[in-house]
């Protein structure tokens, strides 16, 4: 069984701190990950899909970097602000199968 | 442009009935998967159908089925319901098949099973 893990499962910043949240997915057979945001009561919303060893994304204050080789991914955010407060979904893709998704990062930011 | 939309919005039933929720994808989408997400879980994929066809299933009883219509919108039906059924179902729609293509989710349907 294919397994995505998130950590930490929730974590509570000020506002102006950056952070950032890993995911953890299977080495073998990668072909993409992709980083949703889901604030409450609304539908998740792409941030970023990755597919290649090495790959860094950025939107904004929000970044991602990606190593197939060791299966990990980084979500980094600058300077978060109350906005960015979401659960955060990180989904491992082998070629041909569907989205796995882990349990995701929910963040929380005070201003 | 409209996004993925769903209804109902929410949904009440009791352990044994049917239930059939409905999915709009996006506007030239032709690719529509259905999740399912339990509190404290991420979504857990069910099914995906492209042009009409099932292209894949997950882990789910025959008690889940779907189809896709001629004008790409999706239905999801569960059948004997049971209160592990409770749930988020999420409905999302991409262009085309290709795994990395970015898949646009709908708002879900909250379904709770009495």
Redesign the interface.
Known sequence: ILN?EQSPQSLHVQEGDSTNFTCSFPSSNF??L?W?RWET??????LF?M?LNGDEKKKGRISATLNTKEGYSYLYIKGSQPEDSATY?C?F?Q??????????TTLSVSS | DA??TQSPTHLIKTRGQQVTLRCSPISGHKSV?W?QQVL??????IF?YYEKEER?R?NFPDRFSARQFPNYSSELNVNALLLGDSALY?CASSLRLA??????????TRLTVL
């Open positions: 995505v072909y993409a992709h949703y009561a609304k539908s998740p919303e792409a899909v597919t979904l989904a893709q070629a041909g199968t569907a989205l796995i998704f882990g349990k995701g | 996004g993925v998967s999740y404290g879980q991420g979504p857990q994929f995906q894949g997950g999420l795994a990395y293509n970015e898949q646009f989710f709908g708002p879900g």
